[in-house]
């Protein structure tokens, strides 16, 4: 069953701005996962933070992590028209270290 | 370090017809999974492998779909016979047998049923 869920749908924003994504999910997890999919393509892993950890920063990108509220956020700082692609938090499933079970995405499109 | 390798990236086929996909893993990666992305939707999984065993079948539609990775490399996934439904992205994953670590994935084979 899906365990994260990404917030907004679809986001569009010019050049320059900053994007951010939120994602919810349900039970205790020991990380959280982003993941970038550009069009027609696989997923990329972005980064990855622990649950004991509360931010995570990846050149342009930084990742918050509440468990408490059982929530995380992804912020592209300075977007460019190449960060145009659907992004998806990840976490493992109930039982599992290492199965994924993926939202479905936030569309970012990032206008020239 | 070469990625996750899979192909056809693209295969048309009529439903009722059988279809195969392979995948090969980054070198050195035990775990192996095999996930179904319908459009506009995230990626579900099918199936993990660790080597050459199964680990959790449990989501994968057995009266038509299986999987298989000999000698704990190379994986094919096999879906007979297609349905309309089963239109969709297979993407294949890899990652290294430990905990909070990210999968690698392959550019995934666009299957369209008619």
């Known amino acids: 069953s899906q365990q994260g869920e990404e917030d907004p749908q679809a986001l569009s924003i010019q050049e320059g701005e900053n994007a951010t994504m939120n994602c919810s999910y349900k039970?205790?997890?020991?990380?959280l996962q982003w993941y970038r999919q550009n069009s027609g393509r696989g997923l990329v892993h972005l980064i990855l933070i622990r649950s004991n950890e509360r931010e995570k920063h990846s050149g342009r990108l930084r990742v918050t992590l509440d468990t408490s509220k059982k929530s995380s956020s992804l912020l592209i700082t300075a977007s460019r028209a190449a960060d145009t692609a659907s992004y998806f938090c990840?976490?493992?499933?109930?039982?599992?270290?290492?199965?994924?079970?993926f939202g479905s995405g936030t569309q970012l499109t990032v206008l020239p | 370090e070469a990625g996750v390798a899979q192909s056809p990236r693209y295969k048309i086929i009529e439903k009722r017809q059988s279809v195969a996909f392979w995948c090969n893993p980054i070198s050195g990666h035990a775990t192996l999974y095999w996930y179904q992305q319908i459009l506009g939707q995230g990626p579900k999984l099918l199936i993990q492998f660790q080597n050459n065993g199964v680990v959790d079948d449990s989501q994968l539609p057995k009266d038509r779909f299986s999987a298989e990775r000999l000698k704990g490399v190379d994986s094919t996934l096999k879906i007979q016979p297609a349905k309309l439904e089963d239109s969709a992205v297979y993407l294949c994953?890899?990652?290294?047998?430990?905990?909070?670590?990210?999968?690698?994935f392959g550019s995934g084979t666009r299957l369209t049923v008619v």
């Open positions: 990840a976490t493992p499933m109930s039982g599992s270290a290492r199965q994924l079970t």
């Open positions: 039970t205790s997890i020991n990380n």
């Open positions: 994953a890899s990652s290294p047998p430990v905990t909070n670590y990210g999968y690698t």
